[in-house]
């Protein structure tokens, strides 16, 4: 397997790689609660206005307005479906998960890439059609790739601390996916990606000087990532003054802002938004916030980006606690994920940031995106059930159902 190190010595079989099993013997049967509840808010939340945001289109695409939220619905149980299942997973069963997951996602990033076998939608061919759905590869890729580069760093911790033997290795695993996802092309994916790696690689233990290194030469990557790209250049540009062509290339960020101009404080009601009525693009899927803005008002924009916070400070509370060092990367990585993208996504449709392309996990209409992120939640509530001192809030799953706990260490996040 790749970057695993040598093993072997004369006469003496090779013990198995050290992959740390000891956080499988410390499991106390029992995930974080916060956790698992700001995920199912946000799940909520996400089911109730994907109906309201995608009623319009959906009548007069499909002369059904629930066409979208039914859909949305079973993306969602299936999700939580997974989620059930990756959460009572072992340490080691998700490690070699991420080992064969990432190959099996690039082969699949390839796959999309080959004229009529990729679909094509946007400018761009990032999705592959399976009959019943289509699905999206650069979602799931986040997530391996967070598992994987964790893993490679928790079989040999001594990598850290070797530039070209241990972390150029590393990016140039991460430069062969972000070519792909840059030939789609999903620039805001890679960027994701990006984070999630420079995340991983920081809390491993890397010298600040190699970090403030790379960080310098990533500059003027992404830069002439933009400048050769005449659309992103444009979303640019348009990003920096969205009122010079309000008709055209700004049209969907100004609309945006009106959503959230009509909202106010307290909203217009739950379904009772004119923006989504054909005037604001993507209304149900990258832009689902600012329909959010103007129907429920700012309240329910600062509960969102609350429950956003609690899920980073759980993830990033597991990864201080773990003894595991696997655990300690993986949760940080999917950390640096939900935080990433959904700060982006909050951004752009609040003309803070340019324009991605990123979906708001768990509350945006797409299938990929909401089984992945719950594939993501019941990873972080796997890795909860390894911490040494039972500090949290927690529940199992069991023959009967659900069995709460209540935290009985005085121990603090």
Known sequence: MLFRPSTRSAGKKAPPPNWEPSADKQRVGTMDLWTAGAAFCLLIIGLVMVYSASAPIALRNFGNASHYALRNGIFSLLGLIGLVLISRQSITSIRRAGQWGFWIIIMLLVVTLIPGVGLEGGGARRWINIGFATIQPSEPYKVILALYMAHILALNPARSRYFFAGIVPLFMLFGMGAALLLAEPDFGATMISAAIVFGIIFVSGIPLSWIIGLVVAAVPLAAAGVIMAPYRFRRVTSFLDPWDD????????????????????????????????????????????????????????????????????????????????????????????????????????????????????????????????????????????????????????????????????????
Do not use: C
């Open 246 to 413: 309000p008709l055209d290339s700004d049209f969907q960020l100004v609309q945006s802002l009106l959503s959230f101009g009509n909202g106010g404080y307290t909203g217009t009601g739950l379904g009772q938004g004119q923006q989504k009525q054909f005037y604001l693009p993507e209304s149900h899927t990258d832009f689902i916030f600012a329909v959010i803005g103007e129907e429920l008002g700012l309240f329910w924009i600062l509960l969102i980006i609350l429950l956003f916070a609690v899920l980073i400070w759980r993830a990033l509370h597991i990864a201080r606690m773990a003894d595991d060092r696997f655990v300690r990367l993986a949760s940080t990585g999917l950390a640096v994920l939900l935080g990433a993208q959904s700060v982006a996504n909050m951004g752009v449709v609040m003309g803070l940031l340019p324009p991605k392309g990123l979906t708001l996990p768990l509350v945006s209409y797409g299938g990929t995106s909401i089984i992945v992120t719950l594939g993501a939640i019941g990873l972080l509530l796997a890795f909860s059930r390894t911490l040494p001192v039972s500090d949290k809030p927690g529940f199992s799953f069991n023959k009967t159902g659900f069995s709460f706990k209540r935290p009985f260490s005085s121990r603090t996040s």
